[in-house]
């Protein structure tokens, strides 16, 4: 064998490993996800949000999944999700900790209104029809929330608000969402 084919050789097992690597390390990789992972491996992020952990076990974007998305997510003492909507049903389960859901289930006027208040807490679960604006917020003081989440109908077009009175017009769209961003993919219309 000769050098310059002993380098090739080198060359193309390099590329072929690098190549199989990096795939696999993919955070957006939506082919070869394990049937069985350990969450506690799943990389976390607060995605600029102070308090916020946030955990996409299995999602459409990340992952492919077409249906629903679950996330793993914690909140520290103090801190909330904006007030918001969404054309997707979701459903928490309440993992540890307490606080307080606000719901303005009356969300089909021209703007969201007084919200209702309920109390969450460990082994408590809720659910959020589509299009009610919501609020969930870690109220205790000591503890984190730990909540899991599982949505309908994913990638989730997000509508914010600065109060529960803004209008539904003035409401800022956030498409992808901050967790979707580095993995969505947008074909380029063709025009």
Known sequence: MTKSSLFSSLLLIFVLIS??????????????IPLVRNISELPPSDYGRGGLSHITVAGSVLHGMKEVEIWLQTFSP????????????E???????????LIASNSHEKHPGKPQEFRIFSNST???PMNDAH???NTNANDDLQV???ISRPPVKVFMYEDWFMPHTAAKLKYPYYWDEDCFYSPKDEL
């Open 19 to 32: 190549s199989s690597t990096s795939s696999k390390a993919s955070i957006c990789s939506k082919n070869g």
């Open 78 to 89: 103090g801190s909330r999700t904006p007030i918001h909507r969404h054309s997707c049903e």
């Open 91 to 101: 459903v928490f389960v309440v993992l540890k900790g307490s606080g307080t859901l």
């Open 126 to 128: 809720f659910h959020i």
């Open 135 to 137: 609020q969930v917020w």
């Open 148 to 150: 899991l989440v599982v």
